[in-house]
């Protein structure tokens, strides 16, 4: 059943406990963290590519998890978190940090994601080590902030031309990257791509220098296992984890030792796309009817 059609039929109070319920994996109740609200004179603008791809909920879900199984195959970037993260003790703490960064700096007043930006930039300046082979290592390096950008930026507008807009326009998807670059450069990435043909060929480059081993595979499966903070949060979950590995690429996959989609592949993209809909239609009617944001702006966004 379309989600406008089933919207017809469900009371407002489930569709206020649908959103609530999505909004909760994104903001930590126990900090006092609130849905992050729009506002117009931040980074970005209304009128962004930005702020469209960041305002599907499920999308960037996916691209979220496929965007960290990539990051984690460079051995600096997972040193960084394997040595100086609680990730093992608290992963969903991390993805809910990362993804209220992202909220902040798309749709946040411009002097607070620019506070933002300086506090992450802050803890990554206290984050270096050495790898196993002997080579340091320091978050700052503008190398290893490029490859989490572009993984970061190439799997959020993938997921958003899979599960929102098939047809987006090349010029629309070069136009994403050339404003994110805005926020790569200010966490001091280098280099950062300005369209998707940078951004390809950046990931290109960087492959040589990836590699998999008992660590990749660990945070892979902390990510792929972690539970959902309730049971109604439990079916979206395990389809996000699953169009996530679905998003990667077929050589990254391999890397992690991850199944390809094979048969399941259809399945895993028509069930994301069914509950793509339904948020979309929950937060849309949430915010119709009782003034609510909507969105990624309902969901809040951070990262560590």
Do not use: C
């Amino acid at each position: 059943m379309p989600a406008d059609s089933f919207g017809s039929l469900v009371s407002r109070p489930l569709k206020g406990a649908i959103a609530a319920q999505v909004a909760a994996l994104f903001n930590d109740r126990k900090r006092g963290e609130r849905p992050v609200i729009r506002q117009p004179d931040g980074l970005f603008g209304p009128d962004s590519v930005a702020w469209r791809v960041h305002g599907d909920v499920t999308s960037m879900m996916v691209g979220g998890v496929a965007s960290l199984l990539l990051q984690m195959l460079h051995p600096a970037v997972l040193a960084g978190v394997w040595d100086h993260s609680n990730f093992r003790a608290d992963m969903h703490g991390r993805l809910r940090r990362t993804a209220r960064f992202i909220a902040v700096t798309t749709y946040g007043a411009r002097a607070e994601a620019e506070a933002a930006i300086a506090r992450v930039r802050g803890i990554h300046g206290h984050i270096r080590g050495t790898l196993p082979d002997g080579t340091p290592y320091e978050a700052n390096d503008p190398a290893l902030l490029a490859w989490v950008h572009v993984t970061e930026t190439v799997s959020f507008l993938d997921a958003w031309i899979r599960y929102a807009d098939p047809a987006m326009p090349a010029a629309d998807q070069d136009r994403y990257f050339k404003e994110m670059a805005r926020v790569g450069r200010a966490l001091g990435a280098d280099p950062v791509p300005q369209s998707r043909a940078e951004a390809m060929a950046l990931i290109t480059a960087t492959r040589p220098a990836l590699r998999s081993d008992y660590r990749t595979r660990e945070v892979a499966r902390l990510v792929l296992s972690q539970p959902a903070p309730s049971r109604m949060a439990e079916p979206l979950q395990q389809l996000a984890l699953q169009a996530g590995v679905d998003l990667l690429p077929p050589w990254a996959r391999r890397m992690h030792g991850l199944s390809g989609p094979a048969l399941s592949g259809p399945l895993v993209r028509a069930g994301t796309l069914g509950i793509a809909r339904t948020l979309r239609w929950a937060f849309q009617r949430e915010a119709a009817l009782g003034g609510r944001p909507a969105g990624a702006a309902a969901r809040g966004g951070g990262a560590d």
